[in-house]
């Protein structure tokens, strides 16, 4: 009955986004619809087209239990606001207690309806109960954060048939929604919304740093109002421990108030609740900022944003630039150069500037340029002063200046590991310019942080992990360690959440909650951090061949397509400015670089390890 149900499903909704596009069209119209065929592409409806909009069907007279259950799993998809359709499936009592925000289940394909086996459960009689089947992909909780799940789904569905009036009508049914992931991916749209590092500010400007927390909206339901009150009610629970809001405690949106769109000098405006009364200049600076870089996320087209007073008084605006001024944020901050190991395992540089296959690459000043130490990975500082590089033998990490005057000194950090693959892993920087690296000796395997580059190197604690770090990569916000894992030879990617606390005026660093970001690899070659949430990760899924594919931290995956096919990949370099070009170090053709809407292009044959900064 499963797949009748999705064919079902899928010619309803065929006809429902047939009518509703057709209404669109302000002139000619539709002369007829369609009412059968082949409709698979039904469910691949272009995510951008926000004008043709999805209404199930109310149920109809003297319908069948089991269209009931059918009818109401096809309201689940709609782009009804409230779930008002879905609603009339359900008596007075179920609807009220139904709570259809609280979680959305993403199941591989739609859910599958089974009829319960017992007596009781035939259409005969004044009751019947369904089971709904499925193999679970992701779930989305009340807060709107994604989180990948496996296993199978089963959950009942009760029914009853209405004395008077005969019609069946659902009296019991699980909270929340349940679909298929093509239509999860039609219906709901990652956004990231935006706060601040808790305890971080940038080491080169003293700005407070912004981070990225991403949510899933449903794409055709007011997105812009659903994103805001999602931003003022706070961070989601994994990121909460590490980020700061500066909207006050309370902060809503003014009562009443929905449908948020930008005027046409392209600017929002939003008028907020009286908790928000009494703020500081500064402060409301702030607040428009979180809101500007989150709105600009879901809609590039918003210039500015300016907060209203619950009486409707002017308390603030901020635009683009007053915003950058106002907090530090990856992503808008482009590299001047790209760095790699040339033939001589020497520090070279090229600037990012232009997409000709010209290296220009020079030895960058200091001792990594000259060649004083020959290196095998290297790590530059977010502001492009200091360097980080592990010897070649992998064995000793140096910290060293960028200057021509810059001295080499003696390693901060060695590895007592018996062979290079059991030593050191390439190092990463943070905005607040603290340095990471992980000593993958299997007698004593340790992520280490060096505060500022120079300090002591601290011991840092995650009491969640299960195998062994082999790649570390820090978020530029401070707060997030992308870390591959090996455990019985299979490699995962991990993001855990970063905390710092002092005792005896000793720092005390630990990595939290490490989620995967990968599910389903048993192989990640590579990776980087490619935006203030997306990761690009070379890898391969159990059976399958090497790919590169983007991944958000949550373990969901970005829209848009996935780099094209590159083979041999050993590392791979991305920047958070997505304007820049990604690069790869191939086993074949050496450094090579994809262009945005190219082709990967050779850089130069002899060179490793390339890098941003980061």
Same mark, same amino acid.
């Given at each position: ?464 992990? +299960?195998? &062994?770090?082999?790649? #570390?990569?820090?978020?530029?916000? *401070? =707060?997030?360690?992308?870390?591959? /894992?090996?455990? $019985? ?42 935006? +203030?949430? &997306?990761?690009?990760? #070379?890898?391969?899924?159990?059976? *399958? =061949?090497?790919?590169?594919?983007? /991944?958000?931290? $949550? ?42 809407? +190219?082709?990967?292009?050779?850089? #130069? ?5 390339? =890098?941003?900064?980061?």
């Amino acid at each position: 009955m499963g797949a009748d149900r999705e064919g079902s499903a899928r010619r309803r909704l065929a006809r429902a986004v047939a009518y509703a596009a057709c209404g669109a069209v302000l002139l000619g119209g539709c002369a007829s619809m369609p009412d059968s065929g082949d409709l698979r592409d039904v469910e691949s409806t272009p995510r951008q087209d926000t004008q043709v909009r999805v209404f199930a069907m109310p149920p109809q007279q003297d319908a069948s239990s089991t269209e009931i259950v059918q009818g109401f799993l096809e309201a689940l998809t709609s782009d009804d606001p409230n779930y008002d359709t879905a609603r009339k499936y359900l008596t007075k009592a179920a609807a009220k207690t139904w709570q259809p925000e609280s979680q959305a289940t993403v199941l591989a394909n739609g859910p599958s309806i089974q009829t319960d086996p017992r007596p009781a459960g035939r259409e005969g009689t004044s009751s019947i109960t369904y089971t709904l089947q499925g193999s679970r992909v992701a779930t989305v909780d009340a807060q709107q954060a994604y989180a990948p799940a496996d296993g199978s789904y089963r959950r009942s569905v009760h029914l009853t048939r209405d004395a008077k009036s005969g019609q069946w009508r659902i009296d019991s049914l699980p909270q929340g929604v349940v679909m298929g992931r093509s239509d999860f991916q039609r219906n709901y749209t990652s956004v990231d919304k935006y706060y601040f590092a808790s305890d971080t500010s940038a080491a080169e400007t003293g700005q407070p740093v912004a981070v990225a927390d991403p949510v899933f909206v449903r794409s055709r339901v007011d997105p812009t109002t659903q994103l805001v009150r999602s931003l003022l009610k706070g961070p989601t629970t994994w990121l909460g421990p590490v980020v700061r809001s500066s909207f006050p405690t309370g902060t809503a949106l003014k009562k009443g108030v929905s449908g948020l769109v930008p005027d046409d000098q392209n600017r929002l405006t939003v008028p907020l609740n009286v908790k928000a009364s009494r703020i500081g200049s500064a402060k409301c600076g702030e607040m428009a900022t979180q809101l500007l870089f989150t709105l600009r996320n879901l809609t590039p087209t918003v210039d500015s944003v300016a907060l209203q007073s619950v009486n409707g008084a002017h308390m603030c605006d901020v635009d683009e630039e007053q915003a950058e001024a106002t907090a530090w944020r990856a992503s808008t901050k482009r590299p001047d150069y790209l760095y790699f190991l040339d033939g001589k395992h020497r520090l070279v540089r090229m600037t990012t500037a232009g997409t000709g296959t010209s290296t220009g690459a020079v030895a960058v000043p200091g001792p990594f340029g000259a060649g004083t130490k020959p290196l095998r990975s290297v790590a530059v500082a977010r502001d492009e002063r200091t360097a980080a590089g592990v010897s070649s033998d992998g064995r000793a990490l140096y910290v060293t200046s960028l200057a021509s005057d810059g001295s080499l000194g003696g390693a901060v950090l060695t590895s007592h590991g018996a062979t290079e693959d059991d030593r050191l892993t390439a190092p990463s920087w943070d905005a607040r310019g603290d340095l990471w690296v992980a000593d993958r000796d299997p007698a004593k395997p340790q992520l280490y942080m060096l505060a500022q580059g120079v300090g002591q190197p601290v011991a840092v604690q995650i009491p969640e992990l +299960d195998g &062994r770090i082999k790649d #570390v990569r820090v978020a530029a916000d *401070g =707060v997030r360690i992308a870390l591959v /894992v090996e455990k $019985d030879d299979k490699q995962s990617l991990l993001v855990g959440r970063i905390e710092r606390t002092k005792s005896d005026d000793q720092q005390e660093v630990s990595v939290l909650e490490p989620r995967s970001a990968t599910p389903g690899s048993e192989e990640v070659t590579a990776m980087s951090w490619a935006g +203030d949430s &997306r990761l690009v990760v #070379v890898g391969r899924e159990q059976g *399958g =061949v090497q790919q590169t594919r983007y /991944v958000q931290v $949550d373990g969901s995956t970005p829209d848009g397509p996935a780099p094209a096919a590159l083979t041999g990949v050993l590392a791979i370099a991305a920047s958070e400015d997505d304007r820049v070009a990604l690069v790869a170090d191939s086993q074949d053709d050496g450094i090579v670089r994809l262009p945005s809407g +190219d082709q990967w292009q050779k850089v #130069v044959k002899d060179g490793s390890a390339p =890098v941003y900064p980061g």
